[in-house]
C-alpha cells in the first residue's frame, strides 16, 4: 500500500516549457487536490476532483490544467511554465468528496524550479 | 479575511517541556475539521490530530493533544515532553462541510516553525 505518490520528486523548467505533475493513490479515495507551498504562504489549493470525471478550481488555479479519467490519478499540467509557479507541489487524496471529517494525506511533493 | 491563523511564526521550547501552538479560525459552517500537520525538514507533510466541530472531547493522539474552544475558535496544538525530533514546521488546517463556502476544500494556516532547544 503505497499512499499518495507523486513524480518527479525535483524538476528544473525553463520558461515557456510545459510538463505534468504525476499523482498517483491506491487508497480508493474520491477526493484529490493539488496544493502550492511558498515561503511563509502556507498551502494554496490549486485544483481539486471529488471524483473521476470531476475537476474544479482552486484558490491560485491559473497556469495550470487538471483532469481526473481514473480514480487512482490526478495530473497536474504546466501548459507554459514561469518563475513565478517555482514552488513545491503537493498531491492529497481522502476518502470524501469534501465532508469535513476526512483526514487529507499528503504525497512526498515535488519541488519545482522555472528559470 | 483569514479563515485560519497562526500568530507564531516561530518558537522555541526546551527538550522536555510542554509547547502550545496557537491556530483561530474563521467560519459559520456549524459541520467543520480542524487538522494539524506537521512538515520536518524533509519537506513531507504529516498528519498528527483531528477535532470535529461537534466532539464534545478535545483530542488527544499520544503526546498531541488538541485544546478546542468552540466559542472561542480556537483549536491549540498541545505538544507534551518536547523532543528534538518535534523540531519541524506545524500547520493547522480547516475543512468545512458541505454547505462551507470552501466546498469542503482543506484551509491552512500560513504555519508556526516549533524549534526544540536540548
Known amino acids: 500500500n503505497a499512499g499518495v505518490t507523486q513524480t518527479p520528486k525535483f524538476q528544473v523548467l525553463k520558461t515557456g516549457q510545459s510538463m505534468t505533475l504525476q499523482c498517483a493513490q491506491d487508497m480508493n479515495h474520491e477526493y484529490m487536490s493539488w496544493y502550492r507551498q511558498d515561503p511563509g504562504m502556507g498551502l494554496r489549493l490549486i485544483h481539486y476532483?471529488?471524483?473521476?470525471?470531476?475537476?474544479d478550481q482552486g484558490e491560485v488555479p491559473n497556469g495550470y490544467n487538471v483532469s481526473r479519467s481514473t480514480t487512482e490519478d490526478f495530473p497536474l499540467r504546466l501548459l507554459s511554465a514561469a518563475p513565478s509557479q517555482t514552488s513545491v507541489y503537493f498531491c492529497a487524496s481522502s476518502f470524501g468528496a469534501g465532508v469535513s471529517t476526512d483526514t487529507q494525506y499528503f504525497g512526498p511533493g515535488t519541488r519545482l524550479t522555472v528559470l | 479575511a483569514q479563515k485560519i491563523t497562526q500568530t507564531q511564526p516561530g518558537m522555541f521550547v526546551q527538550e522536555k517541556e510542554a509547547v502550545t501552538l496557537d491556530c483561530t479560525y474563521d467560519?459559520?459552517?456549524?459541520?467543520?475539521?480542524l487538522f494539524w500537520y506537521k512538515q520536518p525538514s524533509s519537506g513531507e507533510m504529516i498528519f498528527l490530530i483531528y477535532?470535529?466541530?461537534?466532539?464534545?472531547q478535545n483530542a488527544t493522539e499520544g503526546r498531541y493533544s488538541l485544546n478546542f474552544q468552540k466559542a472561542r475558535k480556537s483549536a491549540n496544538l498541545v505538544i507534551s515532553a518536547s523532543q528534538l525530533g518535534d523540531s519541524a514546521m506545524y500547520f493547522c488546517?480547516?475543512?468545512?462541510?458541505?454547505?462551507?463556502?470552501?466546498?469542503?476544500?482543506?484551509?491552512f494556516g500560513k504555519g508556526t516553525k516549533l524549534s526544540v532547544k536540548p
Open positions: 477535532q470535529g466541530s461537534y466532539d464534545q
Open positions: 467560519t459559520s459552517d456549524p459541520s467543520y475539521g
Open positions: 476532483s471529488v471524483g473521476a470525471g470531476i475537476t
Open positions: 488546517a480547516m475543512r468545512e462541510g458541505r454547505g462551507g463556502g470552501s466546498q469542503g476544500n482543506l484551509i
